[in-house]
């Protein structure tokens, strides 16, 4: 072992024991009678940690690793995708989170299947809801998991001198000590310190380009490569056609607003928190991290014959960056793909935890202590699946991965969780467009070729219908019911 290789050990070392000790921080802080501790930090985030949460989790594996894989592959049409994140997290913030947060304290809601489940009208059909829509989140958010697993795992073998699946391991481990010890507290104020480093690193990163290339040669260098690269005549991986990228904007936006690793947030701030405050420290967070997909283009032009796009990020820290430089570069981005594996563990727990036993046990209420001891065990339990579930998953392209788990749980819930925010429906609507906006992304990601956004969108379209239509026919057939001949009085003289 060389001695890089040390100093990117002891570099990885000091900041895990300080996630732990955050952890046990919030382990302390939370209140033990209070399922909202361990789920929603007792709902005490502020507008700066809030904001560090929401962008660390949303620009992360799939920012730093799978954006610059998919930029090599398929230009610069991912560079202008990935800028759309930033401005849709803002909008989610300043125009979504505050409707959202106030009728979840009002309906006591600790998480988001909980929040459609009573939203809905609570009852043995709230109870379905919830359930229902706990395991939609358990199957895809553990698909996205995955992903996740396999960035941090790849990125930390080759760092750190050691195989894929003790990098997993390794990387796993850790994430799954400080949630089980604080819940959404440690996840946050974890998230809020690797958010910061992940912006400092973009900024190093793209120094570091803009410094060792000329922008004419890059460009050049480019399109002597492939000139679809920098002018594309389709939307390549999003689609046909090259306006299908702008489709990114609608679904960042409901990317940050509906799913509930991202969505959660908004239930767990302070009720008197600054929303605007909230989304200039988005604004200025996510419009820095917008530019990792450069690094794509960058290694295209230097090194174009990558066998496997994903790697090209570690290619580029192990080629293009002095070694103690590469080595504190590699730990935010680490930080960065634990920031949003964190999320995603806790909120499957979560919802294994309190959504399906509320579901499934509505009149047994166990001890406070024991609650904390559910959520704790199924952090671990689901922590461990997610491992296996890498190891023995057949090879996927990172973002195609996070994709096919996002895209197809937006789909299942943008009807009950963001429509119901201006147009109430149904409980028997909300279940309906869960499973058609399920099926429909779903089919269409590993069945249709029709890019990468389609499906999932195509899944929001028919889920909102489904949501609309099923409520208006049964509130026709409860009318018709009432009123069987609207031409006669309903008492006869």
């Known amino acids: 072992m060389d001695s890089f290789t040390l100093f990117n050990w002891a570099l990885l070392l000091m900041p895990f024991g300080l996630m732990l000790y955050l952890g046990y921080l919030s382990s302390r802080r939370m209140h033990k009678d209070d399922a909202a501790g361990f789920l929603v930090a007792g709902r005490s985030l502020g507008a700066f940690v809030g904001a560090g949460t929401i962008v660390a989790t949303g620009f992360s594996g799939w920012g730093f690793m799978g954006s610059p894989g998919v930029t090599y592959q398929f230009g610069a049409i991912e560079v202008l995708g990935n800028f759309f994140f930033a401005p849709a997290m803002v909008i989610a913030v300043l125009y979504f989170a505050r409707f959202m947060q106030r009728k979840a304290i009002e309906m006591g809601s600790n998480t988001i299947p909980e929040y459609i489940g009573q939203s809905h009208g609570g009852g043995a059909m709230g109870r379905v809801l919830q359930a229902v829509s706990a395991i939609i989140t358990v199957v895809l958010l553990l698909v996205f998991l995955t992903s996740q697993i396999k960035a941090v795992g790849l990125l930390g073998a080759s760092w750190l001198g050691i195989e894929l699946d003790q990098s997993a391991m390794l990387m796993v481990g850790v994430i799954i000590l400080y949630t089980m010890l604080g819940g959404l507290a440690a996840v946050a104020w974890t998230d809020t310190i690797m958010v910061w480093g992940m912006a400092l690193a973009e900024v190093i990163i793209v120094i570091q380009m803009l410094t060792t290339i000329d922008v004419n040669e890059w460009e050049s260098g480019l399109n002597a490569i492939d000139p679809e690269l920098l002018n594309p005549t389709n939307g390549a991986h999003y689609g046909a056609s090259r306006g299908n990228v702008f489709l990114v904007l609608p679904y960042a936006f409901l990317f940050a607003a509906v799913l509930p690793f991202m969505a959660v947030r908004f239930l767990a701030f302070k009720p008197e928190v600054k929303l605007h405050k909230v989304g200039i420290y988005v604004a200025v967070l996510g419009g820095l991290l917008s530019l990792i997909p450069l690094v794509g283009l960058y290694v295209r032009v230097k090194l174009?014959?990558?066998?496997?796009?994903?790697?090209?990020?570690?290619?580029?820290?192990?080629?293009?960056?002095?070694?103690?430089?590469?080595?504190?570069?590699?730990?935010?981005?680490?930080?960065?793909?634990?920031?949003?594996?964190?999320?995603?563990?806790?909120?499957?727990?979560?919802?294994?935890?309190?959504?399906?036993?509320?579901?499934?046990?509505?009149?047994?209420?166990?001890?406070?202590?024991?609650?904390?001891?559910?959520?704790?065990?199924?952090?671990?339990?689901?922590?461990?699946?997610?491992?296996?579930?890498?190891?023995?998953?057949?090879?996927?392209?990172?973002?195609?991965?996070?994709?096919?788990?996002?895209?197809?749980?937006?789909?299942?819930?943008?009807?009950?969780?963001?429509?119901?925010?201006?147009?109430?429906?149904?409980?028997?609507?909300?279940?309906?467009?869960?499973?058609?906006?399920?099926?429909?992304?779903?089919?269409?990601?590993?069945?249709?070729?029709?890019?990468?956004?389609?499906?999932?969108?195509?899944?929001?379209?028919?889920?909102?219908?489904?949501?609309?239509?099923?409520?208006?026919?049964?509130?026709?057939?409860?009318?018709?019911?009432?009123?069987?001949?609207?031409?006669?009085?309903?008492?006869?003289?």
């Open 304 to 493: 174009p014959g990558l066998a496997d796009p994903d790697s090209a990020m570690p290619v580029y820290l192990e080629q293009f960056m002095h070694p103690a430089i590469q080595g504190v570069i590699t730990l935010f981005i680490i930080f960065a793909m634990k920031s949003t594996a964190n999320s995603l563990l806790h909120t499957v727990a979560s919802s294994v935890s309190h959504d399906l036993r509320l579901a499934i046990f509505a009149e047994r209420q166990p001890s406070a202590r024991r609650v904390l001891g559910l959520n704790r065990a199924a952090v671990l339990v689901l922590g461990v699946l997610a491992l296996l579930m890498m190891l023995y998953a057949p090879p996927f392209m990172l973002s195609w991965l996070g994709i096919l788990g996002t895209g197809t749980l937006l789909a299942s819930l943008i009807g009950p969780v963001f429509i119901s925010t201006f147009w109430q429906g149904s409980a028997w609507g909300a279940l309906a467009a869960m499973l058609g906006g399920f099926f429909t992304s779903g089919y269409m990601m590993l069945f249709a070729d029709v890019g990468w956004l389609i499906g999932p969108l195509t899944g929001c379209v028919v889920s909102s219908a489904l949501y609309i239509g099923v409520t208006l026919v049964g509130r026709s057939h409860r009318a018709h019911a009432r009123h069987p001949n609207p031409s006669l009085p309903d008492h006869p003289a």
